[in-house]
Nanobody, 110 residues
């Protein structure tokens, strides 16, 4: 199983970023996928998840601002993040139930 997140970077508060996750080595189209994040000095927390058929779930703090999506034909998972806040700064990871891939850093500051 390999999961590689990308698309992170620096953005000002109110800005947007789109994260991507390339998946390989497993049946992505049948796998429940999630985004999690680890803010500096804090525990990892759930951000959003999506079932194999596209049912999405979000942490309350990101509802209405973040959108998770997937392309099963390309084995890709996405996270569109809008109206970013300083508290969204973290390393973001895509994950299955048992595997967390390499993360991508998101920095939100002015």
């Amino acid at each position: 199983v390999q999961l590689q997140a990308s698309g992170g970077g620096w953005v000002q508060p109110g800005g947007s970023l789109k994260l991507s996750c390339a998946a390989s080595g497993f049946a992505f189209n049948r796998t429940y996928m999630r985004w999690v994040r680890q803010p500096p000095g804090q525990e990892t927390e759930f951000v959003a998840s999506m079932s194999s058929v596209g049912n999405a779930y979000y942490q309350d703090a990101v509802k209405g601002r973040f959108t998770i999506s997937r392309d099963n034909a390309k084995n890709m998972l996405y996270l569109q993040m809008n109206s970013l806040k300083s508290e969204d700064a973290a390393v973001y990871y895509c994950a299955t139930d048992s595997v967390r891939g390499r993360g991508t850093q998101v920095t939100v500051s002015s």
